[in-house]
């Protein structure tokens, strides 16, 4: 601090800024700041993992309300600021993008783990020691995974199994009570569009479309396209049947030059001239679309009042304003090719289509159009039916993660068990291995180990059963029985054979979020100090 004078001799005082700014952290102080931000985030979503977990309410800055459980989206929603706590909602998104599921246990077990590491620091052992401990451990926990995994036989005409593993996914979703029929509905509509062969699933052929009004149970999959559109005329029919559909990119109206122009109308004569040049194009359009044999028209774009009027003269249903995204769907249900000019209109690039028609819902006056029996069956929608937007919301993103298990399922098929048996028959397993390690990493294993039972406790807690209680049943019941089977039934409320209870999950969703956790943790720990880069062009 120092004073000074101005030029009419007024002192003022500067102050060192410095003086008054929050302290650097570096080393280990740095690296504990960094664990607590990132704990902070583990801790709000502990109580939404498990069937019985909580959901959680999140109100944006426009004051829009969401209700999930889901973790991608509860820490996608959030406002996170600080640096290191970012690195955790990336990864609950990595594993969203990734598997699609499983996004709230792996921010769970990265928050047990970056605990572990806390007292390992406090003990003195150096962050990099601990990393590489932590490391050895996922790969002994990895391999345990695939020695008691089982496999699915994708190709079995009886799908209860995969039915199974979607309720053992939906029974956490606020979709719990439907779930034999979502669970339906996810395995016909993921095989539907599977290629088998290639042990892959594209999830953009699957369209996943929501109205809000009815109930759950009037939820359906429809082998082709739902769009939320009507007719552009509310006399036109509104069931086509043998639909032979033109799908159009260009607008419906005459064509605009591209370079500037004006046009100046001086009498009537030139009036009608012009009127009668305008209609002439709207007449030639229809007369191109009728000479194509196509019986209803699909626009990327609006139609001009007269060339409504004219489709319906001509008796041709309309459908205006159809998205990109919908479009190419629509088009590979069909097998139409999407035309951009009016002169390219020809017979060969008409879709076919079994039946066209507009469904009102409700007395809301509400409409869909829905094209079914394509011609082909690569593009499916999930239509869905809830109380509100909300709800509506919450279940597409169940219906999203029951889907990604499925394709997970198509791409490895192989399983594990849930409830907590997994993380358990791991955590032993790695204590064994550690027994055998003489170096220092063999304290940073047995945190892994520990860091594992935190899954199994949080289901236990969540279900109202005492978490400690618990995890000493199930490790005394998988040693003495020698099954790695045995886990936390959140749904009973007992230490069960998950096995014989039939609680799935897929060995490469398991894998992938022990991966991606100890990745990110690893990361952490090697993190000693925060620099705010300079702005642009400053010194």
Not at 243 to 267: D, M, Q, R, S
Not at 293 to 318: K, R, S, T
Not at 319 to 334: D, F, K, Q, S
């Amino acid at each position: 601090m120092s004073m000074v004078f101005d030029e009419y001799g007024r002192p003022f005082i500067i102050l060192r800024a410095e003086e008054y700014e929050e302290p650097r952290l570096r080393g280990i102080d740095a690296l504990k700041h960094n664990i607590l931000a990132a704990r902070s985030l583990s801790n709000v979503l502990k109580t939404s993992l498990g069937p019985k977990g909580m959901d959680k309410i999140l109100v944006s800055q426009d004051g829009e309300v969401t209700v999930t459980n889901d973790g991608a989206t509860i820490l996608k929603e959030m406002d996170v600021e600080n640096q290191v706590a970012r690195l955790i909602v990336d990864l609950s998104q990595s594993m969203d993008d990734e598997i699609g599921d499983g996004t709230t246990g792996v921010v769970v077990l990265a928050g047990a783990l970056l605990e572990q590491a806390e007292k390992l620091l406090d003990k003195g052992i150096h962050p990099i020691r601990i990393a590489d401990g932590f490391e050895m451990a996922c790969s002994v926990a990895i391999e345990q995974l695939a020695t008691f995994a089982d496999t699915f036989d994708v190709l079995d005409k009886d799908r209860e199994h995969l039915h199974q593993l979607v309720r053992s996914c939906l029974s956490s979703k606020i979709v719990n009570r439907c779930e034999d029929l979502m669970a339906q509905i996810a395995v016909d509509a993921i095989m539907a569009v599977a290629d088998l062969e290639r042990k892959d699933v594209n999830l953009n052929l699957i369209k996943i479309e929501g109205k809000a009004g009815g109930t759950m149970e009037d939820s359906k999959l429809i082998r082709g396209i739902v769009l939320d559109k009507h007719l552009s005329h509310a006399q036109m029919p509104k069931t086509i049947k043998d639909a032979k559909i033109v799908i159009l990119t260009c607008p419906f109206e005459p064509p605009k030059l591209k370079t500037k122009y004006t046009v100046e109308v001086k009498n009537t004569e030139q009036y009608n001239s012009l009127s009668a040049a305008e209609q002439e194009w709207f007449i030639d359009m229809i007369q191109k679309v009728k000479a194509s044999g196509a019986n209803l028209v699909m626009c990327q774009w609006g139609f001009d009042d007269e060339a409504n009027h004219l489709l319906l003269q001509n008796q041709i249903p309309a459908v205006r304003w159809v998205g990109g995204t919908e479009i190419e769907l629509l088009a590979i249900a069909t097998g139409a090719r999407i035309v951009p000019k009016f002169e390219q209109i020809s017979p060969d690039k008409l879709g076919r289509a079994g039946l066209v028609r507009e469904i009102e819902l409700g007395t809301t006056k509400d409409t869909i159009v829905v094209v079914e029996e394509c011609a082909n069956t690569g593009a499916v929608t999930i239509f869905l039916r809830g109380g509100n937007s909300m709800i509506i919301e919450e279940i597409k993103r169940s219906v999203h993660d029951a889907l990604c298990v499925v394709r997970n399922i198509i791409r490895d098929g192989r399983i594990i068990y849930g409830g907590g048996a997994g993380e358990i028959a791991c955590s032993l397993r790695i204590a064994e291995a550690a027994d055998k390690i003489s170096s220092l990493e063999q304290y940073a294993m047995r945190a892994f180990a520990e860091a594992l039972e935190e899954i199994p406790m949080a289901l236990a807690a969540n279900a109202g059963l005492s978490s400690i209680e618990t995890l000493a049943e199930i490790k005394a019941k998988q040693v003495q029985e020698k099954s790695p089977f045995f886990g936390v039934d959140c749904m009973s409320g007992t230490v069960t054979n998950m096995k014989e209870a039939r609680v799935f999950e897929t060995l490469i969703a398991k894998q992938q979020q022990f991966l991606l956790a100890t990745q990110v943790v690893k990361m952490i720990l090697k993190i000693d100090d925060v620099i705010q880069q300079s702005p642009a062009g400053s010194d």
